[in-house]
T-cell receptor, first 116, second 112 residues
Framework: GAVVSQHPSWVICKSGTSVKIECRSL??????MFWYRQFPKQSLMLMAT?????????EQGVEKDKFLINHASLTLSTLTVTSAHPEDSSFYIC????????????FGPGTRLTVL | GENVEQHPSTLSVQEGDSAVIKCTYS??????FPWYKQELGKGPQLIID?????GEKKDQRIAVTLNKTAKHFSLHITETQPEDSAVYFC???????????FGTGTQLKVEL
């Protein structure tokens, strides 16, 4: 099956710093990538949808200026958490899909962010 | 947005027994219904999915049923094994298989 990787798998940073998370589709071209956030023992909450070459579409309540998303190529999307604070500590998961109706979303392994 | 209710939140079964998890939804335009398995510290993995033009789909020990009239769909796992222990999420999308809305998750524990 299709593989999506994320880097790093975990990161610890100080409050006020910025952190970049990469999401790559390894063996297919991802026209659409999604970023989710998951708090402990909770479900996945969609943060934003990004289409290659376009600006990301953010879900209600997600700050665009805080969570910067770039989808510059068909195999790479990045999420930058700017001026991170302890409440941003979470498990961030990306997914990717090819174009077309009903195409499966392939999920990455997730990135654990801890902000001190 | 679309709301997906998932029950039960926890499920404990004996090895070899069957497990059933149910999700209900409200938007009749929903047309794609995947189920994901998530192990601790990992991303979700698709285990089975069903489209709105099909009532049932089976893949070895796993099956999914869809009742469009009642707006619910269920995951059935037969002959459960310890390695089936994980959190299971239902999800759905409305129109074009694009944005997914996830259920609240079910912690399944298969005991020896």
């Amino acid at each position: 099956g299709a593989v999506v990787s994320q880097h790093p798998s975990w990161v610890i940073c100080k409050s006020g710093t910025s952190v970049k998370i990469e999401c790559r589709s390894l063996d297919f071209q991802a026209t659409t990538m999604f970023w989710y956030r998951q708090f402990p023992k909770q479900s996945l909450m969609l943060m934003a949808t990004s289409n290659e070459g376009s600006k990301a579409t953010y879900e209600q309540g997600v700050e665009k200026d805080k969570f910067l998303i770039n989808h510059a190529s068909l195999t790479l999307s990045t999420l930058t958490v700017t001026s991170a604070h302890p409440e941003d500590s979470s498990f961030y998961i990306c997914s990717a899909r090819e174009g077309g109706l009903y195409n499966e979303q392939f999920f990455g392994p997730g990135t654990r962010l801890t902000v001190l | 947005g679309e709301n997906v209710e998932q029950h039960p939140s926890t499920l404990s079964v004996q090895e070899g027994d069957s497990a059933v998890i149910k999700c209900t939804y409200s938007d009749s335009a929903s047309n794609y219904f995947p189920w994901y398995k998530q192990e601790l510290g990992k991303g979700p993995q698709l285990i089975i999915d069903i489209r709105s033009n099909v009532g049932e789909k089976k893949d070895q020990r796993i099956a999914v049923t869809l009742n469009k009239t009642a707006k619910h769909f269920s995951l059935h796992i037969t002959e459960t094994q310890p390695e089936d222990s994980a959190v299971y999420f239902c999800a759905l999308s409305t129109g074009g298989g694009n944005k997914l809305t996830f259920g609240t998750g079910t912690q399944l524990k298969v005991e020896l």
